[in-house]
């Protein structure tokens, strides 16, 4: 059956869609994430969610894992720059019990000032850990030179300096702006949608409306960066200009980039990899940060050969604006058919698909009308597309003995 969508009075946006399954999957996103974190205290978003779980309502930490356990809930959850996430999976006689847990978690957490030390201690850990590894470090240079002083720019984890002062009474006050508005709940199970819709209201009804302001983005793009590094290896990354979710080449931008970088028979991997042994690793694809899309593409080569890599890749994105061939946009059509499919038959991937939806489109998209508008488009429509798709001037970080030059390598094609 088709989803149902209807927003509360709080503010809460639910959606449900009803299966012949014994299960359910529910996925909750809340507008807050690592963007949204106070300036001089980056990283409490994803602490605050971490501190959530050391108690809530009437349950200890470890009873409330039990809890869940009893249920045979299985759950996820976590941050990213734009929300925080809550899911979980479970038999559909336990659907109601599993989302009064988490309306405890959410509603009436503990947050126990004496768990917090040994929480910031973990944080600071992933932020060591993120140094030694070159992709990682390379990500972190490559958000901080394209999304500037904003937000988006520092990890989740925060910054060594952010870190130190967060204190129990600024962390409770980033958990006092969760609430319903502009959050989403969305639930696949075999229930009635009406009992759903009454289930959420009872548990979230009466809910705070949350601080829902989006944190504004503005790429900076055409700028560079290099980072010394290993002098065996050289890691590069470059952002351009992409398609706006709302856009309708949306699908067909990401048909075009399953050609360009979409398996063993992409141009990339053929170009970089199988033609020329030039990269341990090559790949391109869609990034989608505060509504706007980029393009990314990353490459990890040796010093000698990465200048090559830039080269080749650079030119691999000219000539994929040229247009793409009648065998490779099958491949990539199908390609793109087949992910759609399998993405929406499991229940979990479809609860979590929805609540995407409704934040990125405002709309839950059916998978049937997604069928249906991957098999409209045509050669000539991406072709079209390509031809007018301008990526803008790129950025490019780099991370080796030697930096890397965009002008320079654009040259050598």
Excluded: C
């Excluded at 140094?131 to 390379?138: F, I, K, M, T, V």
């Excluded at 049937?368 to 031809?387: G, K």
């Amino acid at each position: 059956m088709p989803a149902q969508t209807r927003t509360l009075a709080s503010g809460l946006t639910v959606a449900f869609e009803r299966r012949a399954t014994p299960g359910f999957s529910f996925h909750l996103r809340l507008p807050l994430g690592s963007a949204h974190d106070p300036a001089g205290q980056e990283g409490t978003a994803g602490l605050v969610e971490e501190w959530l779980y050391k108690g809530a309502g009437a349950f200890s930490a470890r009873q409330f894992q039990d809890a869940l356990d009893d249920l045979g809930v299985r759950r996820g959850g976590g941050i990213d720059a734009e929300a925080t996430y809550f899911s979980g999976s479970g038999l559909n006689e336990d659907l109601s019990g599993a989302l009064r847990l988490y309306a405890d978690l959410l509603r009436r957490p503990h947050l126990p000032a004496g768990e917090l030390p040994v929480l910031l201690d973990l944080a600071r850990q992933d932020l060591e850990s993120s140094q030694d590894n070159p992709a990682e470090r390379l990500g972190l240079e490559a958000r901080r030179m394209v999304f500037g002083t904003s937000g988006y720019a520092h990890p989740t984890s925060g910054t060594v300096q952010g870190l130190s002062q967060i204190t129990p009474d600024t962390a409770r006050a980033f958990w006092q702006r969760y609430g319903a508005g502009g959050s989403i709940l969305s639930v696949v199970a075999d229930t009635q949608a009406e009992a759903v819709f009454d289930l959420a209201d009872e548990l979230f009804g009466d809910w705070q409306t949350a601080d829902t302001e989006p944190v504004p983005l503005t790429p900076m793009l055409g700028t560079t960066s290099h980072l010394k590094g290993d002098s065996q290896q050289t890691h590069f990354t470059f952002t351009g200009r992409g398609i706006s979710p709302l856009s309708p080449d949306w699908l067909a931008w990401h048909l075009s980039l399953t050609a360009l970088s979409g398996g063993s028979a992409s141009r990339l991997f053929q170009a970089v990899r199988e033609d020329r042994g030039l990269a341990y690793s090559v790949h391109a694809g869609p990034q989608v940060v505060g509504g706007v899309g980029l393009i990314s593409g990353y490459a990890a080569s040796t010093p000698q050969r990465a200048p090559e890599t830039l080269s080749v890749m650079l030119g691999e994105l000219r000539r994929w604006q040229a247009g793409l061939e009648g065998a490779e946009f099958d491949r990539a059509k199908n390609a793109l058919m087949a992910s759609t499919v399998f993405g929406s038959e499991s229940i979990r991937a479809r609860s979590g698909g929805m609540a995407r939806d409704l934040a990125v489109f405002g709309r839950v998209r059916e998978a049937s009308e997604m069928r249906t508008e991957i098999a409209e488009l045509t050669l000539e429509r991406v072709n079209t597309f390509l031809s007018g798709y301008d990526l803008g001037e790129l950025s490019l970080a780099s991370l080796g003995p030697v930096p890397l030059s965009l002008k320079a390598e654009a040259a050598h094609v």
